[in-house]
């Protein structure tokens, strides 16, 4: 009887057995995905992210340019100067410090406001005024205020108010350190400062409103010892006009 030859595999289509034993390649080649590298984008992403920056950058520097240049037209056009404050006199009517830490204060004060433009106009709101020692300590002293006004060209305006400080309590420190400047013989040094919002008028063109701080230092002040005010010495007394901008929380 004939042996019979049994096939090691199946035939291919066109007869022919594969080859054997199998190849890894062939083994694993047929189940693997066909491998299809996919475009990266990085490269086109990171251009346009240059491009965004360096527009920006470019717009920036373009403001910031013409803003110089209309400032310096500005300036040339009206020459504009910053207020002037002066203390004219800073009379003390009463300044006691009670035994229970309380202060009662009546003072007078007049303020000199002068602005020098000839083409600028300034409309101030009401401003508050705080008096307070010049030793470090800024005990504060009393508090008074000035009405709005408007401060017209070459225009000197007089500012009068009256600080009290009646039934104020100090704290145990503040209240020695006052008491002990009250008795020395070299006066109490005192500051002034005012803050107020202002806007300036130039020609037909108004600005916003901004912040000003005005400080005054180097106040030297005597307490009364009968019925008769006494006035303070201010002739070294030098006051400081600041801007205060304030964007967000942020003042400067």
Known sequence: MADRVYPSGKQNANGANPAFPAT???????????????????????????????????????????????????????????????????????????????????????ITARNPNKELVYYYNPTSVSLLTDDGNDIPIGNGSFPAFDHGTKNTTLLKTSIKGNGQSLDDFSASKLSSDLK???????????????????????????????????????????KTATAASTSNVNCKVDWRIKIWKWTF
């Open 24 to 110: 890894k390649s062939q083994l694993y080649g047929a189940t693997r995905p066909a491998y299809r590298p996919t475009p990266r984008r990085h490269s086109y992403r990171r251009s346009c992210c240059c491009s965004c920056c360096l527009w920006s950058t470019l717009t920036i520097v373009l403001l910031v340019f013409l803003v110089a240049i209309a400032g310096a037209i500005v300036y040339f056009l009206y020459r504009p100067h910053r207020p002037s404050f002066t203390v004219s006199s800073l009379k003390i009517t009463t300044l006691n410090l009670t035994s229970s830490s309380t202060l009662v204060t009546n003072i007078n004060l007049n």
């Open 184 to 226: 020395s013989k070299s006066g109490l040094p005192l500051k002034i400062q005012l803050d107020t919002k202002v806007k300036v008028k130039m020609g037909a063109i108004k600005s916003p409103k901004v912040w000003i701080r005005v400080s005054c230092n180097g106040i030297k002040a005597t307490v009364p010892t009968g």
